[in-house]
């Protein structure tokens, strides 16, 4: 589909056309598509901007990584669409691993998001799903996971992910960083981050952000890396009253 740049939609337009084509490469899952339109209903009441609240959650969460013992950001068929280079940009940086989890789970959508990554970063560490239940309390796919990967890291960066995983990582005593654009969501409340922001956004800041402090001492970092997330939740729900 050929969009104009001129079209007052028009990035909203290329990130679902970003999703086709996932879609079509057999990245993302058809429900993909639907959760993003939820995040994009979210996105829109935000103004489509990072807020404050957003950026001190990303500052947080860039100081968290960096701190990490093994820290992992986790991918599904919706990251691996649209943010794909910049997770391997931000994996390369702090160091993280990469592991790949899905809720709709095939062995082929899996390969084919660890191929694509490979594609874009060859030497990269890219885990996948483990044959085995590996997390307490989720019943669906994504509570396997890898030895190597999440089920040794110490924080994970958990973009576009579903609630009850979420909870349960942190009962495992992993810190979690969410992306979520849904502040009310499962997700967003039990994660001890919560960046309320859209992933193509937060990634690029959280990127910038790593770059700006990796230099800093760990007691500059532990600092930057205290965080009140409920508080923070607080300012984007407050922001959408405003809004309404």
Known sequence: MNIPEG????????????????????????????AHGRGEAFDYMFGEKTN?????????????????RHPVISVNGNVAALVRKETVTLSRLIPADIEVNL???TKDREQNIVRAFKKECPECIIHTQGNEKMIPGPTSERSRVSLEGILDADVVLVPLEDGDR????????????????????????????????????AFPAL??????????????????????????????????????
């Open 7 to 34: 079209h007052p939609r028009y990035r909203s337009l290329m990130i679902r056309e970003a999703l086709v084509r996932g879609l079509d490469e057999g990245l993302v899952g058809r429900a993909g598509l639907i």
């Open 52 to 68: 404050d609240f957003a950026m001190d959650a990303i500052i947080a969460s860039a100081a968290s990584l960096l701190l990490a």
């Open 103 to 105: 809720f709709y789970w």
């Open 166 to 201: 979420v909870e349960y990582l942190s009962a495992c005593n992993k810190r979690t960083i969410a992306v979520d654009l849904n502040p009310f969501s499962r997700t967003a409340k039990n994660a001890d981050i919560t960046i309320v922001d859209n992933v193509v956004r």
């Open 207 to 244: 990127i910038e952000e790593v770059e700006k402090i990796r230099e800093m001492s760990r007691a500059q970092l532990r600092e930057l890396s205290k965080f009140d997330n409920r508080l923070n939740l607080e300012r984007a729900i407050g922001l959408l009253k405003g809004r309404i």
